[in-house]
């Protein structure tokens, strides 16, 4: 959210380029230091349960495999991004009325809470599981809170001709948080799961504690009232439909997933009932949530579209090559399954890097030469690398699959920062807020939904061929054919997340039974590094292609809409700083949208 979100009559034009910082200099950096000391803090803990999630669970002593605990474990991993995704539009508006430092200042406060409570985790069994998810969900209501409103602070305090360099500082903060949260979890979770929550507790402390004393209000407060029935309604339809996404991907009856399970069918028509009658209402909503009528603008439109298209196609990529590198190429590669969560999010560093590299590189080009041509060929570019990953085999040389997450995160962040300016630079003063909301809540959507449609296309590339290829393995090591058989026909998410988890999905399917009444060396062989990679690399493989095309075809869609949006206006040319930190900026909405981040570009433009 921006100062310019103000109504007619609260402040004169052009009064979100005019500096509001009062007091000592030293104010601006203070209030970098405890937003950027947030973000990195919200965004450690968005990625850190992804590696943590197998630790945290032996710990609280739940299979989270087993019949009805699927859920839990799906809740516990997506629960903070959903939360986030619903409620940073409204909160940030709210930041906008009733003041932005004011908001901040309680998320920060709501986060370190559920931080506290998470810490002090003292149960077991599905009652633990359930009181980490409902923590969690109160942990993602106060990064919504820190994130929709750090930037606007940010605005708030620095001048215009320094805005660039203190939200590229943020933007990388955003970055580095998504990835640290993955090696911190992988660091601290085998040690003692508690710290995985525990190390946000001091931070939290002093950066609540810190806001309190040191931050205050400087911008302009709109004059506006809260419009209850479109928060109400957008956050009934949203939420509805990403719990149906969640539950589609749990198996139901004799069906490998749960689309045709009827409380995932009330929940994905009913929400999409209710976003329907969202629309109604903003459309006849005098002080709307959404303005609607920015969608008349051609420009708009089209990098909307296009920013959709591009968070569907990746935000179910990291979860997809995590498995990819868990359950086939590092077993395969004589690591053990415990070993393999934290050893992913290391080799998955190129991506991070190509971030890095092009964001500044991006936002100087488009800064200069407009965003069409960046952000069009930023898609084009991802839509390539989606296809070079079919190309090399499921048990790679390293090399060539780096190569290839470096360029997707070259051509991610070459695409990220373009065509965000390009659709601030699209929206009048007062409106530049909600247009930044709508964009983040399209891009996180979109991401979630990506993470239903990828598991999806994988299972059922796997459903087709894994049966046949799981009996014959486990009957040639001495497996009885009866319970091949059983084995073979259990749905195959649950290797899926068994892999993901970090878990030798043969020794958890075949139990210890079962492997006490083979052989020692068959067993040995059943549960060793090669058997379970071996069998799944050829069925796991067909549904990677059939996800990597998805992929690849929505970057191509995303792609022409964003060479429709006709040509940019007239850039003007800033120093090298400014432009650069542009771009860190913009590299930084890629990590952070996927959190429930607002733009850091809003806050500029």
């Not at 048990?395 to 065509?419: C, E, H, K, R, T």
């Not at 296309?457 to 001495?478: N, R, Y």
Request: net charge neutral.
């Amino acid at each position: 959210m921006t100062t310019s979100d103000t109504t007619a009559g609260t402040a004169p034009p052009g009064a979100d380029d005019v500096p509001t910082v009062s007091g000592s200099d030293n104010y601006k950096w203070i209030a970098l230091s405890n937003t950027t000391i947030g973000i990195l803090m919200a965004t450690i803990n968005s990625s850190i349960l992804i590696i943590a999630l197998p630790d945290i669970f032996r710990g609280i002593k739940v299979d989270p495999l087993a019949s009805g605990n699927t859920s839990y474990f799906l809740w516990t991993l997506m629960g903070f991004m959903l939360v986030t995704s619903v409620l940073v539009v409204s909160l940030g508006r709210v930041g906008d009325m009733f003041g932005r430092v004011r908001m901040y200042n309680l998320g920060f406060a709501i986060f370190t809470l559920f931080s506290i409570l998470l810490a002090v985790t003292w149960m077991h069994g599905t009652t633990a599981a359930l009181w980490i998810i409902l923590m969690r969900v109160g942990q993602g209501i106060g990064g919504a809170f820190l994130f929709a409103n750090s930037s606007a602070i940010i605005a708030d305090a620095f001048p215009e001709n320094e805005r660039g360099l203190a939200l590229g500082i943020n933007g990388v903060a955003a970055i580095a948080g998504s990835f640290l949260g993955l090696l911190v979890g992988g660091l601290l979770a085998p040690v003692e799961w508690h710290l995985v929550f525990l190390v946000s507790v001091p931070f939290g402390i002093f950066g609540t504690v810190w806001a309190y004393l040191k931050l205050r209000d400087n911008g302009v407060r709109t004059q506006a009232r809260i419009d209850w029935a479109g928060n109400i309604t957008f956050a009934i339809g949203l939420i509805a439909i990403l719990t149906g996404i969640i539950y589609g991907l749990q198996p139901y009856g004799g069906h490998t997933m749960g689309w045709t399970k009827p409380f995932v069918l009330i929940c994905l028509f009913g929400g999409l009932a209710v976003l329907i009658g969202f629309v109604v209402i903003e459309v006849h909503s005098a002080d709307p949530m959404f303005k609607l009528e920015l969608f008349s603008n051609r420009a708009f439109t089209m990098g909307s579209l296009s920013a959709l298209l591009a968070a569907l196609a990746r935000g179910g990529l990291q979860f997809m090559i995590i498995i990819w590198l868990q359950g086939i190429w590092l077993p395969l590669h004589g690591y053990s399954f415990e070993r393999t969560p934290l050893l992913a999010g290391i080799y998955m560093i190129p991506l991070t890097v190509g971030f890095l590299l092009s964001g500044p590189v991006a936002g100087r080009l488009a800064d200069r030469y407009g965003a069409r041509p960046f952000a069009t060929i930023g898609l084009v570019v991802t839509a390539i690398s989606f296809l070079l990953f079919n190309v090399i085999p499921i048990d790679f040389n390293y090399v060539a699959f780096a190569a290839i997450l470096l360029l997707m995160g070259l051509s991610m962040g070459l695409f990220a920062a373009p065509n965000t300016t390009a659709v601030m630079n699209t929206l009048p003063p007062n409106q530049r807020g909600a247009g930044a909301g709508m964009l983040n809540t399209f891009q996180n959507s979109a991401s979630v939904l990506s993470i239903g449609v990828f598991f999806t296309v994988i299972v059922l590339g796997l459903a087709s061929s894994l049966p046949d290829a799981m009996f014959s393995g486990l009957t040639a090591q001495g497996v009885n054919p009866a319970k091949a058989h059983e084995l073979a026909n259990l749905p195959p998410i649950g290797s899926l997340f068994s892999a993901f988890l970090g878990i030798n999905p043969t020794e958890q399917l075949l139990g210890s039974d079962t492997l006490n009444s083979l052989q020692p060396g068959q067993a040995t062989f059943l549960t060793g590094h090669t058997f379970f990679p071996n069998l799944i690399s050829g069925p796991f493989g067909d549904g990677l292609h059939l996800a990597f095309y998805f992929a690849a075809i929505a970057c191509a869609l995303g792609a022409v809409l964003s060479w429709l949006r006709g040509k940019d206006a007239p850039h003007v040319r800033h120093s090298l700083r400014e432009e650069v930190a542009e771009g860190l900026a913009g590299a930084g909405d890629i990590a952070a949208v996927e959190d429930g981040a607002g733009s850091t570009l809003a806050a500029e433009r």
